[in-house]
Nanobody, 122 residues
Framework: QVQLLESGGGLVQAGGSLRLSCAAS????????RGWFRQAPGKEREFVAA????????YYADSVKGRFTISRDNSENTVYLQMNSLKPEDTAVYYC???????????????WGQGTQVTVSS
């Protein structure tokens, strides 16, 4: 069974940092783009960051540029999201995804994680 499992979420004060991890099991996603999305209460899921198979192409949402860093370790089948200078508006459930392309369009995503809660207090 293919699974993406996020970890690293939690409660942090504004200005703090968290590192999310997303480990894949059941298959290798080494040739796939990997990405992060988030969904705040009452809002639609939104794109956060994406990275291509070898890390040579990276995209960020404008709202997280300069604060978040996406990376991957294909030997561990894991993608990371380092989140610094966190703001209360970053509060959301964060989901990882594996996709055929860094565009992360709905038709390209092949697998989703179950989500991990990130709460930033002011």
């Amino acid at each position: 069974q293919v699974q993406l499992l996020e970890s690293g979420g939690g409660l942090v004060q504004a200005g703090g940092s968290l590192r999310l991890s997303c480990a894949a099991s059941g298959r290798s996603f080494g040739s796939y783009a990997r990405g992060w999305f988030r969904q705040a209460p009452g809002k639609e899921r939104e794109f956060v960051a994406a990275i291509n198979w070898n890390g040579g192409i990276i995209y960020y949402a404008d709202s997280v540029k300069g604060r978040f860093t996406i990376s991957r370790d294909n030997s561990e089948n894991t993608v990371y999201l380092q989140m610094n200078s966190l703001k209360p508006e970053d509060t959301a459930v964060y989901y990882c995804a594996a996709a055929r392309d860094t565009s992360m369009s709905s038709g390209d995503v092949v697998s989703w994680g179950q989500g991990t809660q990130v709460t930033v207090s002011s």
